[in-house]
């Protein structure tokens, strides 16, 4: 089946550059998701692309596909401490019918001041 | 303000109970979603629903059960025969109609804990 792979962990100082990685296995992925879970809430949409894009600006936030190695990227300029969270990586099936969304287990960033 | 309500944030519960968790929306989505969290881990599918008075299952329902009479609200119920109900549940929504991105909006989660 789809499954949806991260890192479970990434430290950066703060004013760095964080980059979280994700690779999936669906190769008919129509869309692909970044959230962002802080400690005890739900998650929070962070952007979201396309599969016929290839990169997705938002802000701070620069979102890469490689669709060949289907590999996904978030990165994260000029990081801050209030970016550390939790950041979950989510996949739309091109060929499942139904709505549901496939997430990875998540990565957890820690900005050190 | 549109959003997602979860109620209530904490809930504790002796074992053999069943304990309802309630979700409601007013983002007029037509699809509700169930996830089980335990700690670090990802999201796991426990019931999804894709328009009203249908549900279907997810990954792990073995232990629940969920209702969906009304478009805004989609309650689980953790039965006594869920053999690990202690976690963090999260709801979410998404209106997956043509030209959207079928993203999920979440709630804020109930931590329940039962002992």
């Known amino acids: 089946g789809e499954d949806v792979e991260q890192s479970l962990f990434l430290s950066v100082r703060e004013g760095d550059s964080s980059v979280i990685n994700c690779t999936y296995t669906d190769s008919s992925s129509t869309y692909l998701y970044w959230y962002k879970q802080e400690p005890g809430a739900g998650l929070q949409l962070l952007t979201y692309?396309?599969?016929?894009?290839d990169m997705k600006q938002d802000q701070r936030l620069t979102v890469l596909l490689n669709k060949k190695d289907k590999h996904l990227s978030l990165r994260i300029a000029d990081t801050q401490t209030g970016d550390s969270a939790i950041y979950f990586c989510?996949?739309?099936?091109?060929?499942?019918?139904?709505?549901?969304?496939?997430f990875g287990s998540g990565t957890r960033l820690l900005v050190r001041p | 303000d549109g959003g997602i309500t979860q109620s209530p944030k904490y809930l504790f519960r002796k074992e053999g109970q069943n304990v309802t968790l309630s979700c409601e929306q007013n983002l007029n989505h037509d699809a509700m979603y169930w996830y089980r969290q335990d700690p670090g881990q990802g999201l796991r599918l426990i019931y999804y629903?894709?328009?009203?008075?249908?549900?279907q299952k997810g990954d792990i329902a073995e232990g629940y059960s969920v209702s969906r009479e009304k478009k805004e609200s989609f309650p689980l119920t953790v039965t006594s025969a869920q053999k690990n109900p202690t976690a963090f549940y999260l709801c979410?929504?998404?209106?997956?109609?043509?030209?959207?991105?079928?993203?999920?909006?979440f709630g804020p989660g109930t931590r329940l804990t039962v002992t």
């Open positions: 692309i396309f599969s016929n894009m």
């Open positions: 989510a996949e739309k099936g091109g060929m499942d019918s139904s709505y549901k969304l496939i």
């Open positions: 979410a929504s998404s209106m997956p109609t043509s030209g959207r991105a079928y993203e999920q909006y």
């Open positions: 629903s894709q328009i009203v008075n249908d549900f």
